[in-house]
């Protein structure tokens, strides 16, 4: 994976102005942080700007954070300052700010490992407009380097922060141009920024003082934009303590945000989303929320006091506020997944809970319809990976689409640890069928190794009644086969196997009148197995109620695109047919396709001679046998 994300790195920059460079000051703020610190360290110490100096602030550790401090190869680049207990990261920001000597000031976590030329971008950004106050780092998850941890961030009304892109593959990602704060993690400042708009509020203990340093820059009259070639991988993990304590520090934070510089006229209405939230909340929720308005009262004078100081001052852009006032936010994203590349196995079957290990992005939880059957909805793009140890000849897919026409599903293979690692080696179109349930199986060649396999479509389907989720499709499974496993005897729709031979293009089986069948759409195929010569096919059809104009229906070898028979069946009647055509094939595999000049519907029954169909059909097919005399 790390090498299919270094094939997406950035350009060199232009060359830098004449100009002499500025002193940046890259602060590291630190709290037990002894496993991580020295990567940290290293990465900085190699960087590919200067000058710089770096400042590591210990926020009171109890570990050995201080001594791998120490023992980093500075040359007298690395000053550490210390503080006597642990007060929050505003305060540790403070403390690193008093010591900088820069024109631009940078924060990055101790779990923040830069890119060579992180630094270089994050100053050649300031140099393009001396109305930057802020610049955001381009961030990505250590343990997933192929997605984003975010780019710069954003607000909703009710002042729930999100990141911008969090979750997004780097491949598809928009980054934005500006944002409305930096990410503390990569947040860099113009020194004279800090001196107009004062030291970080250190009554925040941790979280959101990014975000009100972010309103403060913007209300002072600077910018603060994104640096999209300037990258951080990020990695953090959290104990059940630690995530019930930022829930808490969060809620009561993004409160005073709210009271700090939301518009008098809105917030009477924020109170009223607030009351209704918590007297929707559970027991726990509701309790923790309470505790946050607690502190918020404690603290209101503070509060009061800026929020007076500012009264006269500009508001952020309204551009930059998400319009939404959701209780959390954002809504409806893909969760964060962390691959385990060693584990992946040669398919995916969203029924096993191994399947975790192979998701690199864009999957929502598993879910099961009403047969038991499990499945994964995926966003607009999604990706998984696979490990295939043998030779494969055939993908099989089991999945839906969305319930309405969006276009379809692309799927790209890409070999991982390639020389080009972004050119697909197999690329497929899944076209949108009307159906709860599509299965297909599609030919191929691909040899052993390591392949991620991505999904996208153009546009997604916005799951009602809520429409926070932007769904592309739904997978069950996708498995990857050495063999191809078909019947000797041709194709019959009422055999459980039969789904092994469906390629393309077929909707659910039915059984009507003693007959199962399934529906075609106007293109489909199936693969059958010739084990001895043939003279003649032998097909169980029925047309569709309206007028398709003409069937026709092509075989070929499976290893070949020579059609080597061909004929055609015009409209006629909606009766059952049994027709033998006259064809001399040879043993081997062969795929037999049917295209319909147009297929038919009657959506909404609009035709009162036909009952209703919201789908576009082809014909019917129940089975498909050969004739050897």
Not at 110 to 139: K, N, Q
Not at 204 to 224: E, I, P, Q, T
Not at 503 to 509: E, P, S, V
Not at 557 to 583: G, L, M
Request: hydrophobic letters at 40%.
């Amino acid at each position: 994976m790390e090498l299919l994300r270094r094939s997406r790195e950035p350009a060199p920059p232009e060359e830098a102005p004449s100009t002499p460079s500025p002193l940046a000051s890259v602060i590291v703020v630190c709290w037990n942080s002894a496993d991580v610190l020295g990567r940290c360290l290293n990465q900085l110490l190699a960087q590919d700007y200067f000058p710089y100096e770096l400042i590591v602030v210990d926020d009171g550790s109890q570990d050995d954070t201080i001594e791998i401090a120490e023992r980093a190869p500075a040359d007298g680049k690395l000053t550490i300052v210390r503080s006597l207990r642990n007060r929050g990261c505003p305060h540790a920001r403070n403390l690193g700010l008093r010591h900088a000597r820069g024109e631009i000031i940078v924060f990055i976590d101790a779990d923040g490992f830069a890119a060579p030329g992180w630094l270089r971008h994050i100053v050649a950004m300031f140099r393009t407009d001396e109305a930057i106050g802020g610049v955001a780092s381009t961030v990505f998850f250590a343990d997933n380097p192929l997605v984003l941890n975010g780019a710069g961030g954003t607000v909703n009304r009710q002042g729930w922060a999100a990141d911008l892109s969090m979750n997004e593959s780097y491949e598809h990602a928009q980054i934005a141009p500006e944002a409305l704060y930096a990410m503390g993690c990569g947040m860099a400042i113009r020194r004279s920024a800090t001196e107009r708009v004062g030291p970080f509020d250190d009554r925040m203990l941790n979280y959101y003082d990014d975000v009100d340093y972010g309103v403060r820059l913007w209300r002072a009259g600077y910018k603060v934009v994104i640096a999209p070639d300037a990258w951080i991988d990020h990695g953090f993990g959290q104990s059940a303590t630690d995530q019930a304590r930022k829930q808490l520090l969060c809620e009561r934070h993004r409160v005073r945000v709210v009271l700090k510089h939301a518009p008098a006229s809105i917030l009477p209405r924020w109170a009223a989303h607030e009351w209704r939230a918590a007297k929707d909340a559970t027991p726990a929720r509701r309790a923790l929320k309470l505790r946050a308005m607690a502190w918020n009262l404690f603290h209101l004078p503070s509060t009061l006091s800026t929020r007076r100081r500012l009264r006269q001052v500009p508001r952020a852009p309204e551009r930059l506020i998400h319009r939404s006032w959701g209780d959390g936010f954002p809504a409806g994203v893909p969760p964060r997944r962390t691959p385990r590349p060693e584990f992946a196995a040669s398919g995916l079957d969203m029924a096993d809970p191994a399947s975790e290990t192979q998701l690199i992005y864009g999957w929502f939880p598993v879910e099961r319809d009403i047969n038991g059957r499990s499945y994964r909805w995926a966003g607009v793009e999604a990706a998984a990976l696979v490990r295939l140890d043998a030779p494969t000849r055939l993908v099989r897919l089991d999945y839906a689409h969305v319930p309405v026409d969006t276009g379809g599903v692309e799927l790209k293979i890409r070999r991982l640890g390639s020389a080009d690692p972004l050119t697909p080696v197999w690329t497929t179109y899944l076209s949108w069928q009307y159906v709860p349930r599509s299965v297909e199986n599609h030919l191929l060649a691909l040899a052993p190794g390591d392949y991620e396999v991505a999904f996208s479509t153009e546009n997604g389907w916005r799951e009602t009644p809520l429409e926070t989720r932007l769904l592309g499709f739904a997978l069950t499974r996708i498995a990857f086969e050495e063999t191809l496993d078909i019947a000797t005897d041709g194709l019959d729709m009422a055999a459980t196997a039969v789904e092994d031979q469906l390629l393309t293009g077929w909707f659910q089986h039915e059984h009507q009148d003693g007959r199962s069948y399934r529906w075609a759409t106007g293109h489909s195929a199936v693969i059958v197995r010739v084990a001895e010569a043939i003279h003649g096919l032998r097909m169980s059809y029925r047309l569709p109620p309206g007028s398709i104009g003409v069937l026709r229906i092509s075989v070929r070898r499976s290893d070949s695109e020579t059609v080597v028979w061909s004929t055609r069946i015009s409209w006629r009647d909606q009766a059952w047919h049994d027709a033998i055509f006259q064809v001399n094939l040879n043993p081997s595999d062969y795929i037999v396709t049917f295209d319909t000049e147009r297929t038919w519907s009657n959506p909404g029954g609009k035709d009162d001679a036909f009952g209703a169909e919201d789908r576009a059909l082809g014909f019917i097919l129940s089975s498909l046998s050969f004739k050897r005399s």
